[in-house]
């Protein structure tokens, strides 16, 4: 995999990479061309267009008018619809639709903004920039501001134009690093700047939001940008990460995570059942099936198994027997003695009381503590002398409950025949 030789970063660049490191590659490093244009980006760049197109009329003293301005819009969209391949990923959804939603969206701004007066335009889809020290190297972080509008109270303003379809919580902008950092451009660029607005218009909610930075936020924001660019050129994978714009993302023919469906896709349904990585696919997705339909089935055995157990139980403890017999095998029944002695949890005063009797006699230094399991192995295996095996036995009868388990056993006739 190459590395990343870049010196500059966009903060769209640098939001790619966020997005996923893949595409991130496609895009700035292996330089592969995009396959066709999405009609969302198409619906950006026509709206970005005729608002360039407005201010720029304005800086020149002439206000156009929503015709105009609307006219600017249509013409920027019929040239790049016939130039460009545009896709549309949205079933039902034509091109004539995403057109009318960026009208719809050019309308509403018009109608909040109009005469458009309340702010100077000093620039638009002006290149800004400043210069980032990560790990000893010189990098510049640059890109460009849709509108740089000076306000009446002297305060610069970053105007940024959304034409998606979702509109972020007002804490998500607190958060985001593109316009943070034009911020921090114009403060380089015009160092007695007092005051920064940063201001995104959502245009198809017709919703301006607004942030303003402070001088901390913005240094921090700078050292995270510089770990951040030290994290992309210590990358050697640069992975796929699957996000929401898988569907839409250009590089899904070629995209590791998506290039064999995009290919199984493609082809006729006969040649696509026989291919081969398909093929494999669907022979293991049998075989997860018949596991899974085996575990159900072993399930139900084993339930099965342990009511059979319960029912022979009660048959040879009715009958007092410790064998029963039967065609294809027998079974044997055994009884196991299991002591349980108080324990801190869940008989803390009896445990307590035990503790302190044994620590009145001569067996603690052979237990040290109370050890349930060491004083009953002692007692089954005749380790204690007498006196001491009188007193586990006291101890035991007054603080310990017995339980008895059975245990059954099925011997198969063909074990039997082994044997
Ligand atoms: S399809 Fe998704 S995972 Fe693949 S490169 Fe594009 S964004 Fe990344």
Redesign the pocket.
Known sequence: MDVDSSKKFSPSKLKEYQ?????YA?HYIEKVPREGTSVEALLGVCVHAALESLYKNLQNGRLLTLAELLGAYDAEWEKRWKSEKVVIHEPGLSGEHYRGVGRDAISLYDAAHRPFDADKTVAVECRVGFPLEAGGESYRIEGFVDRLALAPDGAFEIHDYKTGRSLPEQADLDEDWQLALYDAAVRHAWPDTKAVRLRWHYLRFGKTLSVAKTDSQLSALKKDVAEFILKIKSDRRFD????A??PR????A?????KHAEEISRMPAAQARLEEGSLLVDRLADVVARKKDAKAALKGMEEEERALEAELLLYAGSRRLLAVQGRRGHVTVSEKEEIHLPTKTNSPENHDRMEEELKASPLWPRVSKLDGHRLVEGLKEGNWDEPSKRLVEELLLRYATRETTRILRFHPVKQEAEE
């Open positions: 997005i996923c490191p893949r595409r496609f796929p990460e699957k996000n714009l898988c993302c250009e590089y899904r070629i995209c590791p995570l998506f």
